[in-house]
């Protein structure tokens, strides 16, 4: 079964941090560019975070460069997303996706996703 399980999520006070996991599973995760997105209820799922199969390109959204970095281990089959400097307006739900097309690029457009997670909450809140 092609999957890809997040993990990593949970409540943590305002200036924290946390990593969140993408493991994959039935799949090579190298022949992927992998992102990140998160989604608040009642809105869209937005990008924040990308990076190519190869680890040359990365991308992050305004609203967590300088705060969050994006990296992959292909050897395990999994790519993180460490998150420091939390804020209340990071609470979201955070979902993984794998993406063949373009898969050495990343840039401010996120698009073709092949493989989604299921998602893992985050919560920031004193």
């Known amino acids: 079964q092609l999957q890809l399980v997040e993990s990593g999520g949970g409540l943590v006070q305002p200036g924290g941090s946390l990593t969140l996991s993408c493991a994959a599973s039935g799949f090579a995760l190298d022949n992927y560019a992998i992102a990140w997105y998160r989604q608040v209820p009642g809105e869209e799922r937005l990008g924040i975070s990308c990076?190519?199969?190869?680890?040359?390109?990365?991308h992050y959204s305004a609203a967590v460069r300088g705060r969050f970095t994006i990296s992959r281990d292909n050897a395990k089959n999994t790519v993180y997303l460490q998150m420091n400097s939390l804020k209340p307006d990071d609470t979201a739900v955070y979902f993984c996706a794998a993406r063949s097309r373009d898969k050495d690029r990343c840039g401010r457009v996120y698009y073709g996703v092949d493989y989604w997670g299921k998602g893992t909450q985050v919560t920031v809140s004193s």
């Open positions: 990076i190519s199969s190869n680890s040359e390109n990365n």
